[in-house]
């Protein structure tokens, strides 16, 4: 495939809502399982809910500065995207594009 697009799909993987099994590593595991069904420099555009590291019961995660680079690894930013302010602990969503790093 030549990309990967998700919009508010990922972030309920392995919280059991939707019928899936339990799993708490399912969303990182869904955007691997992606990966390796890509081409070399393929593209991923994903949208998750950006906040402070939670999980809401089986409802969805919410992606912090300790869960968004587990689920963007294997991928480079090619445009803007989340931004962490370091002295303040903010989260700034600027969505882009991010490219695989086969």
Request: charged share 25%.
């Amino acid at each position: 495939f030549d990309g990967i697009v998700t919009q508010s799909s990922v972030e309920h993987s392995g919280l059991g809502r939707y019928g899936d099994a339990l799993n708490p590593w399912g969303d990182i595991l869904a955007i691997v399982r992606g990966w390796c069904m890509t081409k070399p420099k393929a593209f991923m555009w994903i949208g998750v809910p950006i906040g402070d590291d939670a999980v809401l019961y089986n409802w969805h995660r919410v992606y912090g500065k300790n869960r968004w680079p587990l689920l963007a690894a294997n991928w480079k930013q090619t445009g803007k995207g989340v931004e962490f302010d370091s002295t303040t602990d903010e989260e700034v969503l600027n969505r882009g594009v991010w490219k695989s790093m086969k």
